[in-house]
């Protein structure tokens, strides 16, 4: 009893100085800012980054091999985290939603056989480009659903994927899935949108979807931005001159553009606060301010399109939402 | 002696020919209009020369070949080109096409490339009168046949097999060539031999074509450069590398050509095809289509323009009967299902096969039982419905191990399974998604 009690001691006694000799003379430095960062990063592997995961991209932050807003779901506040815990400037960023560009139910755009294989975009594609009667639109069997890491899009009782702006990350993962290309990512404060990618000819695109973009020119006619142009027949905005003003929507005659902007205001100016610099006057796209230099400025409420560059371009704030503007689908400007 | 086959897996599905084998090649009507699309083999499209108002003769190239792996398009009869635009294409979402509408007079082009002594050319030009004349492997793969006769410098290639198999239920169109034409296939096989300096080639027939075992192989006796050889009817008996396999005892390896085992496979409609285009210039603007399926009143086998509708070819055919359930271009087992009847039949349109309702499965998918049944039936050794998890899991990874690859999509899996589970599909799709994680260096 007592000899094995011994021996076993010695043995683990042993075993035990090995281990820690082992541990001080093969150990691995780890930076502490690599465990640090790995806190702050959101954790879900989404793969967004381009790394194989949180703790890769945190040991590439290290290694300075990425930038502090690598991080797509982490947005602005991951990468303030990740700048301090580096040392480094953030530099800005912009959070970006996925946008489904097709808005093709049945109902407006249907199939044109009945499709009895595996339930995915990916798969339906190799049957004869998929069972939608337009090649180009939503077939709704769900591979961005099955891909997105935040649960933030859904194939809805329409057969279309819609995205939960208030869970989407701009993480790309439901574009890269999506065997139509029909999804992009695009900044989160741009709200108006051509949800359709059919590039052809309005007679070809009225024989497959009431909805798509004929690429009738109206919109491109009536954007005060020039942010509208046209890629073939398909009308496209972009993002950096889109001010959502949402005149596009109103004059689209098939509906394809969506405008998510609940209720937009008219300008007001402060004229006790105009200080007469006439710079709203010029940014105006409809020249609905007037004004004499020096003198307070006023807003023609009936012109105003509610688009908000003048409350942007105003050194001193002094203008401010005024009446609601109502809008109806086709009432043009 | 037992006929000769491969050894691994293949099925028996009833092949249903008697519908259509008795019935002798008609030329059918030309229709209204042709749609004659640029892409209709493997490779890139072919660059359109007409436009719209054209007068285009039969014959007249209408698309050239963009590069070495293209072939050019030509006119199928004389008439003017009403447009050229996406149109309905037999592989799915519309693809540029040139439409004509003949003017009923089928005038040919006059300066169509003159014979030349076809026994007597160099390979460079027979391959170079082959790709002008548009031809490409007319079994349904529609790969252009010029590359698939321009092997590289060090591969030694000592065996041609003509494929006359036609494994396909339902299709009789290579039987019925076969025994309306069997000198144009011999011809045929004389300039291939030729191109790569050899003296005797393999015709390969299905046991259930005794008739065309017969003619042909008295035929090449006579001619004494070809030999017939009858066997065992299973399908995937035309497969390539399953011909290959019968006739010469040799296994293609994984992941490679027939050429690494020093064969060449064609059709003999491709056969047929290449005697027209090396002997008098004549460009593939006809085939033969079989017209059948118990969805039609009248099954035929008919020689068909290039870009004839499809719907032209039911309306030959007798019309529907009964309620239609599903259109096919090609055969049950590897064609593909279309919706639309203005598709136009095309260079590897080798059959327009229409099933009623009551004959087309449409049992929901079950759970996979480990029954096996695909794993046996897999001509290539593979494990289909291991293949199909992996790829349910995204695991392409592991799906390239499990040689995805190497599945030749004959179908034989999705036949027997007891579940209804559409594997040959799960298994394409993994074979897209390992070629793309290929191609990022994975």
């Not at chain 1, 049957?127 to 933030?152: H, I, N, Q, T």
């Not at chain 2, 003949?102 to 040919?108: H, I, L, S, T």
């Not at chain 2, 079994?139 to 065996?159: C, M, N, Q, W, Y």
């Not at chain 2, 899991?393 to 999509?409: G, R, T, Y």
């Amino acid at each position: 009893m007592i000899p094995a009690v011994g021996v076993l001691g010695l043995l683990g006694l042993l075993a035990a100085l090995g281990l820690a000799v082992a541990s001080l003379r093969f150990r691995v430095e780890v930076d502490p800012r690599v465990e640090q960062i790995e806190g702050v990063l959101p954790g879900v592997n989404c793969g967004a980054c381009g790394y194989a995961g949180c703790s890769a991209l945190a040991q590439a932050l290290v290694e300075g091999e990425a930038a502090p807003t690598a991080c797509i779901p982490g947005g602005g506040d991951v990468a303030q985290a990740v700048a301090g815990i580096l040392g480094v400037d953030a530099g800005e960023t912009v959070q970006r939603v996925a946008v489904v560009h097709c808005k093709g139910s049945p109902d407006v755009a249907p199939d044109r056989g009945r499709y009895a294989g595996i339930p995915d975009c990916r798969a339906a594609t190799l049957v004869g480009g998929g069972p939608k009667r337009c090649a180009y639109g939503c077939m709704g069997l769900g591979s961005c659903e099955r891909a997105c890491p935040f649960d933030a899009i859904h194939v809805g009782p329409d057969r279309l994927a819609h995205v939960d702006r208030e869970k989407c990350t701009g993480c790309g993962a439901c574009v890269e899935a999506c065997p139509k290309r029909i999804i992009d990512l695009v900044p989160a404060d741009r709200l108006v949108y051509i949800r359709c990618t059919n590039p052809h000819r309005g007679k070809a695109v009225k024989a497959v979807c009431s909805v798509g973009c004929i690429g009738c020119r109206r919109c491109e006619k009536t954007c005060p931005f020039g942010a509208i142009s046209l890629d073939r027949d398909l009308a496209r905005i972009d993002p950096e001159k889109c001010t959502s003003c949402g005149l596009c929507a109103t004059v689209c005659p098939t509906s394809t553009i969506d405008d998510l902007v609940e209720v937009r205001h008219r300008a007001r100016i402060d004229e006790d606060a105009c200080i007469g610099c006439t710079k709203c006057a010029k940014v105006c796209p409809v020249d609905a301010i007037a004004g004499e230099r020096k003198q307070p400025h006023r807003v023609d409420p009936e012109k105003c399109i509610a688009c908000s560059q003048c409350t942007e371009a105003c050194p001193v704030n002094a203008i401010h939402e005024g009446e609601p503007l109502v809008r109806g689908q086709g009432e043009a400007a | 002696m037992a006929a000769r086959t491969f050894p691994l897996g293949g099925v028996h599905p009833p092949d249903q020919k008697h519908l259509s084998a008795a019935k002798p090649v008609e030329p059918a009507p030309l229709p209204d209009l042709l749609v004659v699309p640029l892409s209709q083999h493997i490779g890139a499209p072919a660059r359109p020369v007409v436009k719209k108002g054209d007068r285009v003769l039969a014959g007249q190239a209408i698309g050239e070949a963009v590069g070495f792996v293209s072939v050019p398009v030509h006119a199928p009869t004389s008439g003017k080109v009403l447009r050229v635009e996406p149109a309905p294409h037999p592989l799915g979402p519309p693809q540029p096409a040139v439409v004509i509408e003949p003017d009923g007079e089928d005038r040919w082009a006059d300066d169509l490339e003159p014979p030349t002594d076809p026994h007597g050319a160099d390979p460079d030009e027979i391959r170079q009168r082959i790709q002008a004349a548009g031809i490409v492997g007319m079994g349904g793969a529609t790969f252009p046949t010029h590359v698939k006769l321009s092997p590289p410098p060090e591969v030694k290639i000592d065996t041609v097999i003509l494929n006359g198999v036609e494994c396909e239920p339902y299709l009789t169109a290579d039987h019925r060539l076969m025994l309306e034409e069997p000198d144009r296939i011999l011809a045929g096989l004389r300039v291939i031999l030729s191109v790569f300096g050899l003296d005797k080639g393999y015709i390969g027939i299905e046991e259930n074509k005794p008739d065309a075992i017969e003619l042909l192989g008295r035929k090449a006796r006579e001619q004494g450069f070809a030999e017939v050889v009858p066997l065992a009817v299973k399908y995937p008996q035309g497969a390539e590398k399953q011909l290959i396999k019968a006739i010469t005892g040799r296994e293609v390896p994984s992941g490679q050509l027939p050429m690494a085992v020093g064969a060449v496979v064609q059709n003999v409609g491709t056969a047929a095809a290449i005697w027209d285009a090396v002997s008098a210039g004549r460009p593939l603007v006809e085939r033969i289509t079989t017209v059948t399926g118990e969805g039609v009143a009248e099954p035929r086998n008919l020689r068909v323009r290039i870009g004839t509708p499809v719907r032209h070819l039911i309306e030959l055919a007798g019309g529907l009967r009964g309620e239609p359930g599903k259109l096919i271009l090609g055969g049950p087992m590897m064609g593909i299902a279309h919706h639309d009847p203005d598709v136009p039949a095309v260079k590897g349109t080798s059959g327009v096969l229409l099933l009623p309702r009551d004959r087309v499965r449409t049992a929901p998918e079950g759970p996979c039982i480990r029954c096996g049944r695909c794993v046996d039936a897999c001509p290539m050794g593979l494990a289909p419905t291991i293949l199909r998890t992996l790829i349910a899991h995204e695991m392409v990874a592991e799906a390239d191990e499990w040689n995805a690859l190497d599945c030749i999509e004959c179908g034989s899996c999705s036949f027997v399974c007891p579940a209804a589970i559409p594997l040959v599909q799960a298994i394409r799709y993994a074979k897209g998604r390992v070629m793309a994680r290929r191609r990022k260096g994975g």
